[in-house]
């Protein structure tokens, strides 16, 4: 055990439900430990600018709920300079930090390699709905965003259902195709199109929808993710070489409130409380994973080395299933 006695936890980047149940983790393993906790509020921000507040196992009461993070998130500019990177450390031994676990994405992580290259530990717990961050199978908020996409994709089917429609569906993800791809098996969606994935516009979706229609098909849902492209030139060539009526929705950022469900409250738990113990085991520059259903921990820099590509088994039956 570290002789660590105070310890700062932050939330940086795109906000992810479940971030509230990860803070919440990180301060009630603390107290258990006997150790100080402060929550270090905007990001690498309140390190910069001194946005600091202090979290006991009681003022984290009730947050296991809430959507986005008590902590607030921002981007940080300033903290990719020298003079901010010195700023946000010399707060760090102004205040006692011995450690700090640094919830979000791959940004998160390189300013949290960045703060242990200064001497101050740190430890990263992934949160992002994107679930793009390679070193683990399965990142906070990832489910919930999937639920709540699901959810919006079954009411939108309705009107389509209705109206005898083509409704094209954007969702979030970035640069990745992970959440499209759940949210497209889990739909039954006529074709999911993902940024992983070369795509012939006629084979993959024109065909199928004409072939939908000679077997008494009357509606159609494609689900494509953000990093494909444009979503309104998908619907505008649908609705030309087919002539059925088509219409977009973007789901937007929609996708990432909402009360965490259930697995995000307990992956957030699990991986908040791994983080400190990781802290007091005496390691740095470390991040939280999930490998095989076990909670692990890898490198930093190898963590941001290392690649994730779409599931391709997954992509298969997202075909199979649209038959």
Sequence with gaps: MSNIKRIGVLTSGGDAPGMNAAVRAVARTAAYYNISCLGIRRGYNGLINGDIIDLDARSVNGIISR?????????????????????????????????????????????????ASMGIPTIGVPATIDNDISSTQYSIGFDTACNTALDAVDK?????????????????????????????????????????????????????????????????????AE???????????????????????????????????????????????????TLLAGKSNRVVCNVNSEITDFDITEALNMHKDINQQMYNISKMMAV
């Design 67 to 115: 959507g986005g993070t008590m902590l607030y998130t921002a981007r940080c500019p300033e903290f990719m300079t020298e003079d901010g990177l010195k700023k946000a450390a010399s707060t760090c031994k102004y205040l006692g930090i011995n450690g700090i676990v640094c919830i979000g994405g791959d940004g998160t992580f390189r300013g949290a390699r960045d703060l």
């Design 156 to 224: 939108l089917r309705d009107t389509m259902q209705s109206h005898e429609r083509c409704s094209v569906v954007e969702v979030m993800g970035r640069h990745a195709g992970h959440l499209a791809l759940y949210v497209g098996i889990a739909c039954g969606a006529t074709a999911v199109l993902v940024p992983e994935q070369e795509m012939n516009f006629e084979e993959d979706i024109i065909e199928k929808i004409r072939m939908g229609r000679i077997n008494k098909r009357s509606h159609f849902i494609i689900i494509v």
């Design 227 to 277: 990093g494909v492209g444009n979503a309104i030139e998908v619907s505008r060539r649908i609705q030309e070489e087919t002539g059925i009526d088509s219409r977009v929705t973007i789901l937007g950022h929609i996708q990432r409130g909402g009360s965490p469900t259930a697995r995000d409250r307990v992956m957030a738990s699990r991986m908040g409380a791994y983080a400190v113990e």
